[in-house]
């Protein structure tokens, strides 16, 4: 039995992930994230600083770390597509790994319900009953705010939460990176300077 958190390294995901391991136990949790990689744009570094995070906020708090590499191309497309990239891979791992009784999902009361959401969680559900599989998609934060969220994580983390989809660069520090330099104009940016502080 084993629980799975769609992991992105930001505010919402990490304490999702913190919830789960207080419920469960972080040796039935699993962090689970796509690394997606745009073709078109190879400089693109939104992934690198992911990542980056995500090993270090998994690596404190003890807990397995899943990175699926993924490719995608957004040419064409009217809605950002790595929702849709999320939601498939995410579903595709919790099919093919049948100890995963139990996915989460970091939405906070400030996160917009919009309706590709609401679609995800229906297309979720359906082909978890197609395969005959007990496995339910929750969303154990949605009564919080971002702030609130953001206060679950420990301090010694808390530099770690991912919160810029445009980094201008990286502080280096005596063993390497140290962190990624926000841009402070992204809507990542925008949304952790107003809901979280």
Known sequence: MKTVVAFSAGTDSVSALIDSISK???ENVRAYMIDVIYKEDQSFKLHEAQVFYAKKICEYLDVELIIDKQLLVTKGHKVFPDIYQ???CLLMYCIANLEITKAVYGHSADDTTHKHVILWRDIFARC???QN???TL???LIHLSKKECFEM???EIKEYVWTCTHPLGTVQGKHGIKRYVP???CGKCTEFNTKVY
């Open 24 to 26: 469960y136990g972080k």
């Open 86 to 88: 999320w939601a498939h």
């Open 128 to 130: 978890m009953e197609a």
């Open 133 to 135: 599989r007990d496995v």
């Open 138 to 140: 929750e969303y154990p």
């Open 153 to 155: 994580i420990p301090d």
């Open 183 to 185: 841009c402070g104009k």
